[in-house]
């Protein structure tokens, strides 16, 4: 009885200790929360739209959405680079050099997603059916894919716009233009895509019409925001640490996007053996859980990078070690639930995506394995963005290579078309993939000296002497 009072004192002095920093993270993060549930919103529209043409609809914008998210995880990436370095520099004052990491972050996305937008133009359809989908499939996506590339220099100047300022502590602002743009968004998508009053029925090439706009909208708000801001400048960039380290931190986690994107399109091949409604059916449940746990879950690590990047900018070593692991169990704490009820109620909300019976069938086991990985999926973003706060983005990049590729391929090849095992494998596979990443990036968390890391770029750029 003495062992459980005391037990129950240390525990409510440990939840006194850590609330500060949970009130810090909530107040970083419920501006991202709300812009991301919208964000998602926007993309769970296109796919209830897409669903009510067909299922060879869903799965052409699904497989067309891989290669989309190509260019994304480059401007997110830069974006990644930009909140590193701009959060660092916010805590240690250096804003003069906060203000040239943001300004070459956009000059590099910019420039870099001119060539990108051509092959998507020229690619699309065959890209497409290059990954086994039937005419019809590569034809819509194709023209979905066409429209999209045309904006993907937008697309990397509103990731490095948002990411930008929430290093500088605002997160407010980028909710504010993320929430306009996709909301945007939607009314075309809905308006196009279903041919609403005297609208033309468009059909996928409204949706991807109604995307197009949203980027455009959303770069030149951001642009035009920091032009404004009486806190950020733009300025002539002639700092060359800076460039040098804005790509260091930037090409693992375009690399890390990357990687996980490419590990699907094997992926989507393997499901597509399976049939056109296995395809569909993981599209439907990755939407579902991504609707359900992604806004928070990327908010929670977008103030992780924040917040360790202002303590160890600060020099708050100690703060930032121990303010990590509070990190993690606020984010086991909002998320774990929304796990566990995807576990138990997982038919209802597949039904909201589809009426096809063999699509739900798949779906439902999808979402539940989607559902079981939830903690271990948490775990490894928050981690990942206290890498990433503190410039480190090169072991988060191993743990999604090993778990991406040893999950979404190997395990699913060799278990399911291999050894003949079946779809179970690829259910499987999901929560195979979380549970390894989670594994590899708290290892690395406990046994290596991140802290270190991060003090020698403070001192290599001059922002703490």
Not at 97 to 108: G, K, L, P
Not at 226 to 232: A, D, E, P, Q, T
Request: proline share 3%.
């Amino acid at each position: 009885m003495a062992f459980f009072i005391i037990f129950i004192i240390n525990l409510v002095e440990y939840i006194k200790s850590i609330l500060p920093v949970w009130k810090r993270a909530f107040s970083l993060a419920w501006p991202i929360t709300v812009d991301k549930s919208l964000r998602t919103l926007m993309r769970t529209t296109d796919i209830i739209v897409t669903g009510l043409f067909s299922p060879a609809a869903i799965a052409a914008i699904g497989i067309a959405d891989l290669y989309a998210r190509l260019p994304s995880k480059i401007g997110s990436g830069l974006g990644s680079g930009a909140i590193s370095l701009s959060s660092q520099d916010t805590g240690s004052g250096e804003l003069s050099n906060r203000d040239e990491s943001i300004t070459q972050a956009f000059i590099i996305g910019i420039v870099l997603g001119i060539p990108i937008g051509i092959l998507g133009i020229l690619f699309g359809y065959h890209a497409v059916r290059l990954l086994g989908a039937s005419q019809e499939v590569a034809q819509m996506g194709g023209a979905y894919l066409g429209i999209i590339f045309l904006t993907t220099p937008a697309r990397h100047a509103g990731y490095i716009g948002s990411k930008s300022l929430q290093g500088t502590g605002d997160t407010v602002t980028p909710m504010k233009v993320n929430l306009s743009a996709n909301f945007i968004n939607i009314i075309i998508t809905v308006s196009l895509g279903l041919g609403l009053g005297a609208l033309p029925r468009l059909e996928i090439v409204g949706v991807a019409i109604g995307t197009a706009v949203g980027n455009v909208y959303t770069a030149v708000a951001f642009l035009y925001a920091i032009y404004k801001s009486s806190s950020i400048s733009y300025v002539k960039p002639k700092n060359t640490v800076i460039t040098k380290q804005l790509i260091a931190v930037s090409w693992p986690k375009i690399v890390q996007g990357l990687s996980t994107t490419v590990a699907q399109f094997p992926f989507n091949s393997i499901l597509l053996l399976f049939g056109t409604e296995v395809n569909a059916a993981w599209q439907v449940s990755r939407r579902l859980y991504q609707q359900l746990t992604g806004p928070f879950s990327r908010a929670i690590g977008a103030a992780s990078t924040i917040i360790i990047g202002q303590d160890v900018g600060a020099a708050k070593f100690a703060e930032a070690k121990t303010n990590s692991v509070a990190l993690l169990l606020f984010g086991l704490v909002a998320t774990v639930p929304l796990g566990i009820f995807l576990i138990v109620l997982p038919e209802p909300f597949v039904r909201i995506f589809t009426s096809d019976g063999n699509t739900v069938s798949h779906a439902i086991w999808f979402t539940i394995m989607y559902g079981a990985g939830t903690g271990f999926a948490i775990t490894f973003r928050i981690y990942s963005g206290v890498f990433q706060g503190a410039g480190d983005t090169k072991r988060p990049l191993v743990a999604e290579l090993i778990a991406v590729f040893g999950s979404y391929v190997a395990f699913a090849y060799i278990g399911a078309v291999f050894l003949g095992y079946g779809v179970e494998i690829l259910y499987a596979s999901i929560f195979v993939y979380h549970l390894t990443k989670c594994a590899i990036i708290s290892y690395w968390f406990y046994n290596s000296d991140w802290i270190g890391h991060a003090e020698e770029m403070l001192r290599e750029r001059g922002s703490i002497s």
